[in-house]
């Protein structure tokens, strides 16, 4: 059961992901695994991201971040336990999976850095707008060609001053 939401409220208060909204508002699912890792999603500052994933078990070297256009990876896969004695445990509770997530970026949102600290891997975002996007102000000078008749009662008042 669908129930239509109009999100235009919050559209106006997100600024790196408006396509997340699309989303909600069409119904497609982005993820289609069982949820994991789980993830925190953090809105750090005005154009600063972050992206926080759980993943316990598994070592710096034993995950990839791929950036791809408008596209996050990040994937995991553990190393081969064949040398580690299966029989000893008694229950596993601890994921030992391999996993993929994707996460949809917005446009100009850029990854700063990755951090791995105890067991949490943490991608920094940033939106950086290239200058040739970002609005500028605009001189507003004398008309090119004078319709308003503003150019002759100008050029008399320069020469008699």
Do not use: C, W
């Not at 208060?13 to 289609?32: C, I, K, Q, W, Y």
């Not at 008694?90 to 100009?108: C, S, T, V, Y």
């Amino acid at each position: 059961m669908r129930t239509n939401f109009d999100f235009t409220p919050y559209r106006r208060s997100t600024v790196g992901f408006d396509r997340l909204f699309d989303m909600l508002e069409t119904g497609v699912r982005t993820d289609l695994g069982e949820g994991f890792p789980p993830y925190d999603l953090e809105r750090v500052s005005e154009d600063s991201y972050r992206i926080t994933l759980a993943v316990a078990g598994f070592g710096p070297n034993e995950i990839e971040i791929t950036a791809q256009q408008n596209q996050l990876l990040v994937s995991g896969r553990k190393a081969d336990d064949a040398g580690s004695d299966q029989s000893r445990y008694l229950h596993r509770g601890i994921a030992n999976r391999a996993f993929e997530r994707r996460f949809q970026l917005a446009d100009f949102i850029e990854v700063q850095s990755a951090r791995f600290d105890n067991g949490l891997l943490t991608i920094a975002l940033k939106r950086e707008i290239p200058e040739a996007m970002k609005p500028r102000r605009i001189e507003i000078g004398a008309p090119a060609n004078d319709r308003g008749g503003l150019l002759p009662k100008l050029k008399g008042k320069t020469k008699a001053a």
